[in-house]
């Protein structure tokens, strides 16, 4: 069984795919927008998946099989 990606990535990836914007999440999280853009790029080599469709600069939109849910969200908030 190949490992778990760190817990800190998987949560940019939620914050992320919540906001739909790299910018926004980076916000939230108090990081800059590479920093978010270097992580879900990991999060994609390590997974051999293609999790956002890149559109200009800075904004992504979410595929459809994301995977983001709510209770994937309330795991991060506690």
């Known amino acids: 069984m190949a490992p778990l990606p760190p817990l800190e ?5 939620e914050v992320a795919c919540r906001h739909g914007s790299y910018s926004e999440a980076a916000r939230e999280l ?5 920093a978010v853009s270097q992580r ?6 390590e ?4 999790l956002f469709e890149r559109q ?3 904004w992504c ?5 994301c995977g983001c849910r ?3 969200r309330a795991r991060f908030q506690n």
């Open 70 to 72: 709510p209770a994937s």
């Open 56 to 58: 200009g600069t800075g």
């Open 40 to 45: 879900i790029r990991q999060l994609e080599e």
């Open 61 to 65: 939109r979410r595929r459809p099989d």
């Open 47 to 50: 997974l051999g998946l293609t």
């Open 9 to 13: 990535t998987l949560r940019v990836f």
């Open 30 to 34: 108090h990081v800059t927008h590479s």
